[in-house]
């Protein structure tokens, strides 16, 4: 509207919005996190007034705001939908050799880039690594090694994706392993979870100590701290079960269960976790704990009846 009708307007009237204009001033940036944008949007709206109309003042205070803000915003777009999609497009990938994936990562190595209104679809680390994802189901063995390489400042998205990838995959057991023992090492709850789950399906070889440390260790982890599926706005609807599925207590316990499930002899190298896990301070562990009793079942019906009152309680 400015635009259009300031080439027009009388010259009071333009005189009066030309003053209106460098005066003004939101209440952000009054603030202290708005100080750095004090006269970004003075710069938008004077920036629209005819330009052979304006005064030196005003002409001066225009050049001042480019230095400081480069150029005005683009004109509103209204509203849009998008889907916040990987910053490298499948097509583009499908071409990519190992080093510009390493390259990549280290690219997009945070959460999301800063907000780009050119591109608002763009993602950061979660989407491409969700794209990685695919690769490792289609490629398990060029993406396990790679993983293998991956720096330890990765993201640590990368990492449980490719562990994700690597679960169902028919890749040799010493392969998945290492992938796992790379993981492990970064303390992080998504990666830890993901190696849980991973190894509760490797179950054709004995696992080494190190890793039955690892699982053994993992049920003194402090995830879940509360019970906020049980809260005002619950977690997961309030569904008890879900919310300790994803939780590293309650991964430990299907992990257990999945190895139990396998073979009997998980039983006793994980007796004393397990009675660890029955008597878990949180509810929504303790339902992810029942499964665990019922693989025991399988192999001895007194122990798992045992177990259970202990649950229960």
């Given at each position: 509207?400015?635009?259009?009708?300031?080439?027009?307007?009388?010259?009071?009237?333009?005189?009066?919005?030309e003053?209106?204009?460098?005066?003004y001033?939101?209440?952000?940036?009054?603030?202290?996190?708005?100080?750095r944008?004090?006269?970004?949007?003075?710069?938008?709206?004077?920036?629209?007034?005819?330009?052979?109309?304006?005064?030196?003042?005003?002409?001066?205070?225009?050049?001042?705001?480019?230095?400081?803000?480069?150029?005005?915003?683009e004109?509103?777009?209204?509203?849009?939908?998008y889907k916040?999609?990987?910053?490298?497009r499948q097509?583009?990938?499908?071409?990519?050799?190992?080093?510009?994936?390493?390259?990549?990562?280290?690219?997009?190595?945070?959460d999301?880039p800063?907000?780009?209104?050119?591109?608002?679809?763009?993602?950061?680390?979660?989407?491409?690594?969700?794209?990685?994802q695919?690769?490792?189901?289609?490629?398990?063995?060029r993406?396990?090694?790679?993983?293998?390489r991956?720096?330890?400042?990765?993201?640590?998205?990368?990492?449980?994706?490719?562990?994700h990838?690597?679960?169902?995959?028919?890749?040799?057991?010493?392969?998945?392993?290492?992938?796992?023992?790379r993981?492990?090492?970064?303390?992080?709850?998504?990666?830890?979870m993901?190696?849980?789950?991973?190894?509760?399906?490797?179950?054709?070889?004995s696992?080494?100590?190190?890793?039955?440390?690892?699982?053994?260790?993992?049920?003194?982890?402090p995830?879940?701290?509360?019970?906020l599926?049980?809260?005002d706005?619950?977690?997961?609807?309030?569904?008890?079960?879900?919310y300790?599925m994803?939780?590293?207590?309650?991964?430990?316990?299907?992990?257990?269960?999945d190895?139990?499930?396998?073979?009997?002899?998980y039983?006793?190298?994980?007796y004393?976790?397990?009675?660890?896990l029955?008597?878990?301070?949180?509810?929504?562990?303790?339902?992810c704990?029942?499964s665990?009793?019922?693989?025991?079942?399988?192999h001895?019906?007194?122990?798992?009846?045992?177990?259970?009152?202990?649950?229960?309680?």
């Amino acid at each position: 509207i400015i635009n259009m009708c300031s080439p027009h307007c009388s010259a009071e009237a333009f005189q009066n919005l030309e003053s209106i204009l460098l005066a003004y001033v939101p209440p952000f940036e009054r603030c202290l996190d708005g100080l750095r944008w004090r006269g970004h949007a003075a710069y938008n709206l004077l920036s629209a007034l005819s330009e052979i109309r304006l005064s030196p003042t005003a002409k001066a205070q225009l050049r001042a705001w480019t230095d400081k803000f480069k150029k005005p915003d683009e004109p509103p777009i209204g509203i849009r939908s998008y889907k916040v999609e990987s910053p490298i497009r499948q097509d583009a990938a499908d071409h990519m050799t190992d080093e510009q994936w390493l390259r990549a990562i280290s690219k997009y190595g945070t959460d999301r880039p800063r907000f780009d209104m050119a591109r608002p679809e763009s993602g950061g680390a979660l989407e491409l690594a969700r794209l990685m994802q695919k690769f490792t189901e289609s490629q398990p063995d060029r993406f396990a090694r790679l993983a293998l390489r991956f720096p330890a400042t990765t993201h640590h998205y990368y990492f449980s994706h490719v562990l994700h990838g690597l679960k169902n995959s028919s890749i040799s057991f010493d392969l998945k392993l290492s992938v796992v023992r790379r993981v492990i090492s970064l303390d992080d709850r998504d990666c830890l979870m993901s190696a849980l789950s991973i190894l509760g399906s490797l179950n054709n070889d004995s696992l080494p100590e190190d890793v039955i440390a690892f699982i053994q260790q993992a049920a003194d982890h402090p995830n879940p701290e509360e019970e906020l599926w049980d809260r005002d706005k619950p977690l997961y609807g309030g569904d008890m079960l879900t919310y300790g599925m994803n939780s590293v207590r309650g991964c430990v316990a299907y992990t257990i269960r999945d190895l139990v499930l396998a073979e009997e002899k998980y039983i006793q190298i994980f007796y004393s976790t397990i009675e660890k896990l029955v008597a878990d301070q949180s509810v929504a562990v303790r339902s992810c704990v029942a499964s665990t009793l019922l693989a025991i079942s399988n192999h001895d019906d007194s122990l798992a009846l045992k177990l259970s009152n202990k649950l229960l309680d």
